[in-house]
């Protein structure tokens, strides 16, 4: 049983919540839906206090309207600056660089990542179709007779690709390599691939104006969610709980 300002929360109800809070154990699913209904009771009961219309039944699904409209009332939150979004675009300028491009050729030797046998068989043929081509062998050639990928009618050609284009485990290593034939076969969940990349073009930083939206979405966002965090906190540092060990680092409306 638990008491916020004399206003008790069920345990019925906090069992009714956990269908809200998945969580790794059921102790966990508890005290996320017990948390989360100590904060939607605090809102209630301020937002009662204003002389606003409230819900008499315990829930959490409310508490997001009465969030805003008590934010609204009693908490000034201030938006970014063009200044402060300067500030944060020359502080972080890997954040506003567009993706480099690669034009790329590869051989894909399909195997199946449980496929041990087959893995190995594929990185021997990959080790040699790689000693091939640095004696010289035409690497289209190669990857009309060996690929596995649609590609192989083009050469192995996968013409430019940017990052998000392909899966991450080929792509991380694409992405580190410099331009010309990989010295190692790239290994993915489809297989082993050789590639040799054609050409690479560095991302270009994306110019202020560009960007100057978003960068104030951002920090007017994070500027709001402390204000949340403040304001909540305020509310539970007011009230008087029983039965709950309010940890509000641990809370998804304190992040």
């Not at 937002?47 to 699904?61: D, P, W």
């Not at 972080?92 to 050729?105: A, C, D, G, I, Y």
Request: charged share 20%; net charge negative; with cysteine.
């Amino acid at each position: 049983m638990i008491q916020v300002n004399q206003t008790q929360i069920s345990e019925q109800a906090i069992l009714a919540e956990m269908q809200y809070h998945p969580a790794d154990s059921q102790r966990a699913a508890m005290l996320k839906a017990a948390e989360s209904l100590v904060i939607a009771e605090l809102l209630r009961q301020r937002a009662q206090q204003l002389g606003m219309e409230v819900a008499t039944n315990q829930s959490s699904t409310g508490e997001h309207d009465y969030l805003e409209q008590l934010i609204e009332r009693e908490v000034p939150i201030p938006t970014a600056s063009r200044q402060e979004c300067e500030h944060y675009y020359q502080q972080n300028p890997q954040r506003f660089t567009s993706s480099p491009l690669l034009e790329v050729q590869h051989i894909l030797l399909a195997a199946a990542p449980d496929d041990d046998q087959e893995r190995v068989h594929a990185k021997a043929l990959a080790e040699e179709l790689l000693q091939q081509l640095q004696q010289g062998h035409a690497f289209a050639e190669l990857a009309r007779k060996y690929s596995a990928c649609p590609s192989n009618q083009t050469g192995g050609s996968l013409g430019q690709i940017s990052k998000g284009q392909t899966v991450p485990e080929f792509e991380r290593q694409l992405f580190a390599a410099e331009a010309g034939l990989l010295p190692s076969p790239v290994e993915s969940r489809y297989g082993l691939h050789v590639v040799f990349i054609q050409q690479k073009i560095a991302g270009q930083t994306l110019p202020f104006a560009a960007v100057e939206q978003k960068i104030a979405d951002y920090l007017n966002e994070k500027v709001r969610r402390k204000a949340i965090a403040q304001y909540i906190h305020t509310l539970v540092v007011q009230a008087e709980i029983d039965g709950y060990d309010f940890n509000l680092s641990d809370s998804p409306l304190m992040q």
